[in-house]
């Protein structure tokens, strides 16, 4: 089966719903703008994370002000940013390639998801004393990549060669698709392919290390970052892992 990047995919798409025989195509099409989506979204929450980490992890200050609702408006903030789609405008907004029906009904879903986690975070969130709190991009990105996927028949994951929480584990797909990504330049694309006969929409957005991230994932290798795992060694730019999301085809 093969495997294509996908850049110029509101192109692609486009092309591929002007043949309205090509029913799974169109299928296809809108599953996989929503995935995009998803992952964009979640991609986005692992952002705000990142920006408020100072904060996070002050160990100066009790009450941080990083509530649910703050969090839920820089989330927004960014995905906006990203992709020009404003969220609270997501339940007026007409259908269209690129919001398809299935996104309407699941980036609220990945939202609230989203929400609760930082709810559920916040007794950690406010301690006083203790600088270094666990709740770092890659935390958030596997808890609410989990609440979304326990609640939807779409499944959200976060992964990469060799994680560090075990539930980050790739499967027999995801890694031979991260092995793929590896070795190859850092591109704005994201891998799509049908599996399971057709049955089954498999996509994976690469995400790659900011500058932010060689604190804990750079170099020397060997040294033990601020959470007591051994760096990797990794520079900017290094391929970090994926988002990926597998989604069921005529499961609606």
């Known amino acids: 089966m093969r495997r294509r990047a996908w850049i110029a995919l509101a ?3 486009l092309l591929m719903c002007l043949h309205p025989s090509m029913s799974v195509a169109v299928e296809r099409a809108e599953a996989e703008e929503t995935a995009r989506l ?3 979204l979640l991609e986005s929450g692992r952002a705000v994370i990142e920006r408020n980490q100072s904060l996070i992890d002050d160990p100066h200050k009790g009450e941080k002000g990083f509530t649910p609702e703050l969090f839920e408006q820089q989330l927004i903030r960014e995905f906006h940013a990203k992709t020009g789609i404003d969220l609270n405008a997501l339940p007026a907004a007409p259908v269209s390639m690129l919001i398809p029906p299935l996104a309407k009904e699941l980036l609220p879903a990945l939202v609230q998801a989203s929400r609760e986690v930082v709810r559920d975070a916040q007794v950690v969130i406010n301690q006083r004393g203790i600088g270094y709190k666990n709740f770092i991009p890659a935390t958030y990105g596997s808890q609410a990549s989990a609440r979304f996927s326990k609640a939807a028949h779409v499944r959200l994951k976060q ?11 790739p499967d027999e797909y995801e890694a031979s698709v991260l092995k793929w990504l590896s070795a190859r330049p850092r591109a704005e694309a994201y ?14 957005m690469p995400i790659y290390y900011a500058k932010d991230c060689l604190a804990c994932h750079g170099e020397p290798k060997g040294d033990l970052d601020i959470s007591g795992y051994p760096k990797e060694g990794h520079h900017e730019g290094d391929l970090a892992g994926a988002i990926t999301v597998t989604a069921p085809l005529g499961n609606r």
Do not use: C
């Not at 992964?159 to 584990?169: C, D, F, L, V, Y």
């Not at 891998?191 to 994976?204: M, P």
């Open 38 to 40: 998803l992952a964009k």
């Open 11 to 13: 192109a692609v798409m």
């Open 159 to 169: 992964t990469t060669i060799q994680p560090r929480n075990p539930k980050n584990e």
């Open 191 to 204: 891998v799509s392919e049908l599996t399971d006969g057709g049955r089954t929409l498999r996509v994976v």
